[in-house]
């Protein structure tokens, strides 16, 4: 992957290549969970940045709606 980001642009952090989870959310309704994503996280806020293929194989994940690896029940709160 390459590096497109170096620091972050809210708090000029350092972004460190790490594989996350990230939730994906349409219209504030929850439509899945992606595992091991990678992305450019910032060392000192925890703000993810993502490459455009990324986002892009994300989009086509999603909305081919091919079996799940698995499906999890999530529970929601209120803050
Ligand atoms: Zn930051």
């Given at each position: 992957?390459?590096?497109?980001?170096?620091?972050?642009?809210?708090c000029?952090?350092?972004?460190?290549?790490?594989?996350?989870?990230?939730?994906?959310?349409?219209?504030?309704?929850?439509?899945?969970?992606?595992?091991?994503?990678?992305?450019?996280?910032c060392?000192q806020c925890?703000?993810?940045?993502?490459?455009?293929?990324?986002?892009?194989?994300?989009?086509?994940?999603?909305?081919?709606?091919?079996?799940?690896?698995?499906?999890?029940?999530?529970?929601?709160?209120?803050?």
């Amino acid at each position: 992957m390459m590096k497109k980001f170096e620091y972050c642009f809210l708090c000029s952090g350092v972004l460190v290549g790490q594989q996350v989870t990230k939730i994906q959310t349409w219209k504030g309704e929850l439509v899945g969970i992606i595992e091991n994503v990678p992305a450019w996280v910032c060392n000192q806020c925890g703000e993810r940045y993502y490459d455009a293929p990324t986002l892009e194989k994300i989009d086509v994940l999603l909305s081919k709606r091919e079996q799940p690896k698995k499906n999890l029940i999530v529970p929601a709160y209120e803050f």
